[in-house]
C-alpha cells in the first residue's frame, strides 16, 4: 500500500539555493555563540487561514496553507542534558533550563515557553527517560501575535529539533497531534489547525484539515486566485489574555447547553460539532436549532447553573478553563451561530475549488466577505483597525477580504485575481501604510502576496 503523506516524517534535505543566505548567516551566529557549527537545521512554517475561523476547536475542519514565513532552529547536541535557546532577535532573552526538570509557565507566556511545548510533547509521546541535551539559535520570520500562528511555528519547530536529536521518526500527522496537545501547556486551548498545515502543508497546495481523525485533503484553489496578506500591525497575544479561552468556553457551554436541551449526555459533550454528530443534523437544521434554543441576551452564570442544574463549583468544573474562571456573560446564541455558519462555509469553499465554476473566484470571495462579517459581528474577534484594512482590501480590487488567525488584531487575508496583485498591493499601501507613519516603515513585511508553501522540513547541511 502507498503510504499518505502524512504518514511520514517530515523531509531531511538540503538547504534549497534561494535559502542559502539565510542559513550562511545563522550558521555564522550560532558558531560565534556557540564555538562549533550546527548538526541540522530544522524549519516549520506559519500558515494563513483562507476559511474556517475560530471553528477547529469545536471540531470542524478548516482550510488554511501554509506561508513562506518560519520559525528556523540551528541545533547542535550538547552533553549536559540541558536545552539552551537563543533568538536571533535580541529583544527574546536566552534562556537555558534542564530537560529532565522544567515547568511551562502559564501565567507568563514567555517566548522560550512554546518551544518547550514542543519539547515536552514530544518526550512525554515517548515516554523517554533519557532525553539529549540541545543547543538552538532560534530565526523566526512569522510577524508575531498576527494570526499567522508564529507560536504554533515555534511550537512544532522545538518538537521537530527534539525529535530528530533524539534520533526518534515521528510522522507528520503524529507531530501535529502532539503539537496541537501540548501547545496547551501555554494556556490557550485552541484546535488543531495551526500545527496540522505547520507539518502537512504541501507546496502549492491549500488544505482542507478535518479532525477526530486528523485528516488533510489538498485543495487545488482556481487557476488566477492569489492571496494576500495584509498586517493591521494590532498585535494580539493570545496567551496573555483570556480573549481566546472565552470564546473556547461560550462554545463548550453552547454545546451543553444544546445537549442538554436535546435530552443527550451534555457533561460529556465539549463540542458544537459533537452535538451535531450525536444529532445528525445539517448546518442549516442546527442553526434552526441555535435560534430555538439559546436565546441573543448573553447567559450569566446563575441561568446557566440553572439550565445544567449544576453549582458555580461544578460549572466550573465542566465547563470553564483555568484562566475563564472569572468571566461573568457568556454569548451562546452569537458564537453557536458563527460556528455552524463559518463550518458551512468552509465546504462551500471546497465546492468551489472542486467544480470551479466561471465564477469561482467571485464565489470564494464572498464566502471570504460572509466569514469576515461573521467573525465581526457574531464572533467578536476582529478589530476596528483590521475592518478598515479589509474594506480598503476590497475597495483595491480584491473579491474577497477576510481577519485571519484568531484575531483581535494581527492580518487580514484577501482573493485577489493574480494579474492585480500589483494593482491591490499599491493601493493598500496608498490607503492604510503610507499616511501612517507608525506603520509606513513596516509596509514590507505587513502586505505582501503569498504562495501555499511547504509543511516542516530537516535540513542537513
Ligand atoms: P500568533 O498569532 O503569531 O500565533 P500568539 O499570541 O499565539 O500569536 O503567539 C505569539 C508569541 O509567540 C509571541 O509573543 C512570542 O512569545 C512567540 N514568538 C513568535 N515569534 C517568535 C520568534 N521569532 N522568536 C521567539 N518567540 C516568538
Ligand atoms: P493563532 O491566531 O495563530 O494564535 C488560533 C488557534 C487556532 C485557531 C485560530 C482561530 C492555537 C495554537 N491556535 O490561532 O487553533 O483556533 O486561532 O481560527 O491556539
Ligand atoms: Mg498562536
Redo the contacts with the bound molecule.
Keep these: 500500500m502507498i503510504k499518505k503523506m502524512d504518514d511520514t516524517p517530515p523531509p531531511v534535505c538540503k538547504i534549497p539555493d534561494k535559502e542559502k543566505d539565510r542559513y550562511a548567516k545563522l550558521q555564522s551566529k550560532f558558531k560565534e555563540r556557540f564555538g562549533h557549527d550546527p548538526i541540522i537545521y530544522a524549519r516549520a512554517p506559519?500558515?494563513v487561514?483562507l476559511i474556517?475561523?475560530?471553528?477547529?476547536?469545536c471540531g470542524y475542519a478548516?482550510l488554511p496553507m501554509a506561508i513562506e514565513q518560519d520559525i528556523v532552529f540551528a541545533v547542535s547536541t550538547n552533553n549536559s542534558k540541558e536545552i539552551t535557546l537563543v533568538n536571533q532577535d535580541p529583544s527574546y532573552k536566552e534562556f537555558s533550563c534542564s530537560l529532565e526538570n522544567f515547568t511551562i509557565s502559564r501565567s507568563d507566556p514567555q517566548w522560550y515557553n512554546y518551544a518547550l511545548c514542543g519539547v515536552r510533547g514530544v518526550i512525554e509521546h515517548m515516554g523517554a527517560g533519557s532525553v539529549v541535551g540541545f543547543n538552538a539559535l532560534v530565526d523566526g520570520s512569522v510577524p508575531k501575535s498576527?494570526?499567522?500562528?508564529?507560536?504554533?511555528a515555534l511550537?512544532c519547530c522545538a518538537a521537530l529539533a527534539t525529535a530528530q536529536v533524539n534520533g526518534w521518526t515521528l510522522t507528520k500527522k503524529v507531530l501535529a497531534e502532539v503539537c496541537?496537545k501540548c501547545?496547551h501547556y501555554i494556556g490557550?486551548?485552541?484546535?488543531?489547525?495551526?500545527?496540522a498545515i505547520s507539518f502537512m502543508a504541501n507546496h502549492g497546495m491549500a488544505k482542507l484539515i478535518e479532525f477526530n481523525p486528523l485528516r488533510t485533503t489538498n485543495i487545488l484553489l482556481p487557476a488566477g486566485a492569489a492571496f494576500i496578506i495584509t498586517n493591521s500591525l494590532v498585535e494580539h497575544n493570545?496567551a496573555a489574555t483570556s480573549d481566546?479561552n472565552i470564546r473556547v468556553v461560550e462554545c463548550r457551554l453552547a454545546a451543553q447547553v444544546l445537549a442538554k436541551a436535546q435530552g443527550l449526555p451534555w457533561r460529556e459533550t465539549r463540542l458544537l460539532g459533537g452535538v451535531q454528530k450525536q444529532l445528525g443534523l445539517n448546518f442549516d437544521e442546527m442553526l434552526s436549532l441555535v435560534k430555538e434554543t439559546l436565546h441573543k441576551e448573553p447567559y450569566n452564570k446563575d441561568e446557566l447553573c440553572q439550565l445544567l442544574e449544576v453549582t458555580p463549583d461544578e460549572l466550573a468544573l465542566s465547563s470553564l478553563s483555568q484562566n475563564t474562571t472569572h468571566v461573568t456573560s457568556f454569548k451562546l446564541f452569537q458564537r453557536a451561530t458563527h460556528v455552524y455558519s463559518e463550518a458551512s462555509r468552509v465546504y462551500q469553499f471546497r465546492t468551489v475549488c472542486e467544480e470551479q465554476p466561471t465564477d469561482a473566484l467571485q464565489r470564494l470571495g464572498h464566502l471570504m466577505d460572509e466569514s469576515h462579517a461573521s467573525c465581526r459581528d457574531l464572533y467578536e474577534c476582529s478589530h476596528p483597525d483590521l475592518d478598515k484594512l479589509v474594506q480598503i482590501c476590497r475597495d483595491s480590487g480584491a473579491l474577497g477580504s477576510r481577519m485571519t488567525?484568531?484575531?483581535w488584531g494581527?492580518c487580514g487575508v484577501s482573493l485577489v485575481e493574480s494579474k492585480s496583485i500589483m494593482s491591490v498591493l499599491t493601493k493598500v499601501r496608498d490607503a492604510y501604510y503610507t499616511p501612517d507613519p507608525a506603520r509606513a516603515p513596516l509596509t514590507k513585511q505587513a502586505l505582501f502576496a503569498t504562495q501555499p508553501g511547504n509543511g516542516a522540513e530537516i535540513y542537513n547541511n
Design positions: 506559519g500558515r487561514n474556517g475561523e475560530h471553528i477547529d476547536y478548516v498576527a494570526g499567522l500562528s508564529s507560536s504554533s511550537v496541537a501547545e490557550t486551548e485552541g484546535g488543531g489547525m495551526d500545527q493570545k481566546f488567525g484568531a484575531g494581527g
